[in-house]
Nanobody, 124 residues
Framework: QLQLVESGGGLVQPGGSLRLSCAAS????????IGWFRQVPGQKRERVSC???????IYDDSAKGRFVVTRDNAKDMVFLQMNDLKPEDTATYYC??????????????????WGQGTQVTVSS
């Protein structure tokens, strides 16, 4: 059974940066496509970014130019570097995973495994 654990959230001032981490265990990490999502209470969950097992990354409009997703297969971890944070980035951030064929260059269309989330608050 795959387990995902997010960390790195916290309180940051507008314009600041945070790096979120997603640690995975239980399945071959290199074959996982990983997505980063966020959700505000009462609103729909939205994808922020994703990285495929072949390390192709996608950024949704809210993240373009500010966020960078990377993976370290040796450490079984994915990172989301978030820069120039804005109050509207305040949300609970989740990582999610789906098993892919190793080296796939497209992000998963759906995700089976989810972490518990980490809170990001951007406020002065």
């Amino acid at each position: 059974q795959l387990q995902l654990v997010e960390s790195g959230g916290g309180l940051v001032q507008p314009g600041g940066s945070l790096r979120l981490s997603c640690a995975a265990s239980g399945l071959t990490f290199a074959a996982l496509g990983i997505g980063w999502f966020r959700q505000v209470p009462g609103q729909k969950r939205e994808r922020v970014s994703c990285i495929s097992s072949g390390s192709t990354s996608i950024y949704d409009d809210s993240a373009k130019g500010r966020f960078v997703v990377t993976r370290d297969n040796a450490k079984d971890m994915v990172f989301l570097q978030m820069n120039d944070l804005k109050p509207e980035d305040t949300a609970t951030y989740y990582c999610a995973a789906e098993l892919q064929i190793l080296g796939t260059n497209r992000c998963p269309a759906r995700y089976t495994h989810w972490g518990q989330g980490t809170q990001v608050t951007v406020s002065s």
